[in-house]
């Protein structure tokens, strides 16, 4: 059989999917697998037990991250294929699992059809994506690439006043391996999170990148003033000030355009009477853009819509940064390498940046890396009605699968 | 002495003012004289002491309104003075309890002169005027005016769970008296609850009537999306159309312009999360103006701005009216007369509209009526800091004794 030609089983990645998400099952649908809980542990359990079924030689490093190798016929850098196992606290069956999962698919279908490569596959599972109960997000990634110091991570205290060490400890994943770091190239299947390949009708997103992300926090102190009795020339209101900043983000955003977006999602305004003018107003204005300097536009036009809202309204505002994390681009080589290979199989694609971080942009530091998007029903991600249909998380999974092997048999003839 | 020459004893004012703040006193200021509680009981039984110590004939009718008469050489319609001693939670010391107490003073001061009027002179405290602890507010006059039945509002439920009829017997207040309802005049003095007069350093407000209000909750059913993954065009932002339709309001107000007065107060975004496109909003728009007319369209054009809003941001918006008072006109000739009085005693005077309700525009509906405002420091009222200075008090209890004196010696050749 040409390698060329060589396909996963769709229906025994959705059986694998189906596995999984038995363990932190909710009732009524979706799962629950917060890091480092009694429910994920079963997960890393499950999974532990399935790398080893298939072969896969299993290490742990000392975040708990864990890796599944498949030894090639050299000892060079690995083709990694990861994501996460950990969830939301309400969330679907795919996110992260699927990154995995069809990483143990790939493994699965290589040995099935007897085939050795060149290069060493590994299928790992990094400890904490979702940063739903230790934050950072991402933390796995995050201490493998050595951007935050293992000891540093150990002590961060969960959402339920948990040490992370400890909590590692606990279900028996502070492992002792290092993991390997010499890496050819890292590949993340996802599922989009987002309504964008449903709208467009396409099967696969060429992931470009990760957005830049700049989350501020907008206060407004106004004067309290009695809503009957205030004319409008006396006021200075902060629940107006606050709307005006709101729908001037709406506004600066579709002036740039593109994939450029803006989301005022908080706003809390006090007293937050029906009778009173606000003396005091509390937004959020989440800003992304996968180009650093269309991003820095957005916050210098915020900024400037500040400054005019607080003339206008009289009133003092001041803005505090929440988050500001760079665009991350993936290797061109790395993103043609997707593109080409879901072309190749006859499926549509777009070019996309994520809109979500992922461990690609963290490994993309260390290594050659890029993703491959499948599309989410409605674009519905978190949320225990995520859903991506399995006909799309066979493509998926058969982009990866063709992926992997471009990079771990680079001298396959059929390959190259 | 000349009738027109009588002037109240400022000083004697301010410790009424000081004996009554003293019950329900709040540790570090202000007062709490909620309907029907103990603390107000004992404002009650302090009142009807002070008003026979003036040698009044109190009287209480069945929804606890008390009645202070002061005969007079004929048996036609009185002259009434009033307002109300229930203050809200945390409230200060002369909302209300100025009107009643520059009554006592009016008394007082006829007393001391030895005046016998000709319209008998009747001082009034209207029971529940403030509506903190049973709604609807302006109770007592709304019963004493025939607007509701007895019944039904002894059936009334206080917020914290007692109908308003077992209160009222508890405390004792549950009179018999009918009430004098043949009223040639009814004068009230209040604070401002406004900043108009300090900005505009005037001593008198002369209000003509009293603002229509109208009260609308808007609720926004768009669709939760992630703020990263979500392109702006795929987007039912319902945070964005509340915040469009609360900044339309602010900018719908000022284009109609004068009198007109637009609050949105309350924002309430669901999930009211930093990376969340919000699913839900719900806001409240508070509009007042003292014409009905333009009162009429300002709600003509919140209702177009809803559908532009609704249209633009394609997400559904539903209205709901929470309150829907129309302006009350007081009657000129009383109008004139308070504005002539003050102007007399070379005060310096602004016509104007109150933007709060009160017991006067109850008694509208019932007899001619009238208003005195006097200023509030900074604006402020329903509140522990609420203030107006004692010059101030004095000015406006000496407009209210020479306005009621016209209307109750009509005859006497000074006043006439």
């Known amino acids: 059989m040409m390698v060329n030609d060589l396909r996963i089983n769709g229906a025994r990645l959705v059986t694998r999917l189906e596995k999984l998400g038995a363990i932190g099952a909710l009732e009524g649908g979706g799962v629950s697998r917060l890091a480092l809980t009694a429910d994920e542990k079963r997960g890393r359990d499950h999974l532990v037990s399935e790398?080893?079924?298939l072969g896969l030689e299993v290490s742990i490093d000392p975040i708990g991250n864990i890796f599944g190798t498949?030894?090639?016929r050299t000892d060079g850098p690995v083709v990694m294929l990861g994501s996460h196992i950990d969830t939301v606290a309400t969330g679907g069956l795919y996110d992260g699992a699927l990154g995995v999962l069809a990483g143990l698919e790939v493994v699965a279908t290589l040995n099935d059809a007897g085939i050795e490569t060149e290069h060493t596959v590994v299928v790992a599972a990094f400890t904490n994506e979702e940063g739903a109960r230790f934050q950072p997000d991402m933390l796995g990634?995050?201490?493998f690439a050595g951007d935050m110091s293992l000891e540093e991570a150990l002590d961060i205290v969960s959402i339920d006043g948990k040490r992370l060490g400890d909590e590692l400890a606990a279900i028996g994943y502070a492992g002792k391996d290092a993991g390997p770091k010499d890496i050819a190239a890292y590949f993340e299947l996802h599922i989009e999170q987002g309504p964008v390949l449903e709208d467009e009708g396409l099967q696969i997103g060429v992931v470009r990148g990760v957005q830049g992300i700049c989350w501020t926090e907008i206060t407004i102190a106004g004067r309290s003033a009695h809503a009957g009795t205030t004319p409008i020339r006396l006021r200075r209101d902060a629940g107006l000030a606050a709307a005006r900043i709101a729908a001037g983000v709406g506004d600066l955003v579709r002036e740039i355009?593109?994939?450029m977006v803006g989301t005022v999602?908080?706003?809390n305004l006090a007293p937050n009477l029906v009778n009173v003018v606000a003396e005091k107003a509390v937004i959020t204005v989440d800003l992304r853009h996968p180009d650093a300097e269309t991003l820095a536009r957005a916050r210098a036009s915020l900024a400037s819509l500040v400054s005019d809202v607080a003339l206008k309204e009289d009133v003092e505002i001041t803005a505090r940064t929440l988050a500001d994390f760079p665009p991350t681009d993936f290797a061109p080589a790395l993103v043609d390498c997707v593109e080409q290979t879901a072309l190749g199989l006859g499926l549509s694609t777009r070019r996309m940046f994520s809109g979500a971080g992922h461990d690609a942009q963290i490994i993309a530091s260390l290594a050659p890396a890029a993703m491959v998007f499948v599309p989410s029903v409605n674009g519905i991600s978190h949320n225990v009605t995520?859903?991506?249909?399995p006909a799309d998380l066979e493509n998926g999974a058969n982009v990866l699968l063709q992926a992997a092997?471009?990079?771990a048999m680079p001298t396959n003839g059929e390959n190259a």
Chains 1, 2 share one sequence.
């Open 257 to 259: 355009g593109g994939e």
């Open 51 to 53: 790398m080893k079924a």
């Open 265 to 267: 999602g908080a706003i």
């Open 386 to 389: 995520e859903f991506t249909a």
């Open 405 to 407: 092997l471009h990079k």
């Open 141 to 143: 990634s995050v201490v």
């Open 70 to 72: 498949r030894k090639g």
